[in-house]
């Protein structure tokens, strides 16, 4: 494999904010959340605990907001999904903004198995 195609797809700091990046940018473009997702799994057994801390809360962000939307998709013939999806939308991005802060101050994410926002 080249070099520098492997230095995109391992564990590193730089793959994590393109990771967040993509995820904030899959609210638009679904496929760029599903390429972080990828990324994500690929990388979220790394030996690196920062990393790896990222990287499951990266993962698990992406795996709790599917089945939300799935159960809003489902729910918005009762009208209930309108506002699960509003709810969603909020909960996910204040969940990705707090998880970039976090990198972006050089800590692991404190409690990356959490469903809440932090």
């Not at 509003?86 to 101050?105: H, K, P, T």
Request: charged share 10%.
């Amino acid at each position: 494999m080249n070099d520098e195609f492997a230095q995109y797809l391992g564990a590193c700091r730089r793959n994590l904010i393109i990771v967040y990046l993509l995820y904030l940018c899959g609210i638009i473009a679904p496929l760029l959340l599903i390429i972080g997702a990828v990324f994500a799994y690929i990388n979220k057994d790394t030996k690196d605990t920062f990393l790896s801390s990222h990287y499951l809360f990266l993962y698990r962000t992406f795996w709790i907001g599917a089945i939300m939307f799935l159960i809003s998709v489902i729910t918005t013939i009762i009208f209930v999904g309108i506002i699960i999806y509003a709810l969603l939308f909020i909960w996910f991005v204040i969940r990705v903004a707090f998880g970039f802060r976090y990198l972006m101050n050089n800590y692991p994410h404190p409690n990356p198995l959490t469903f809440i926002i932090k």
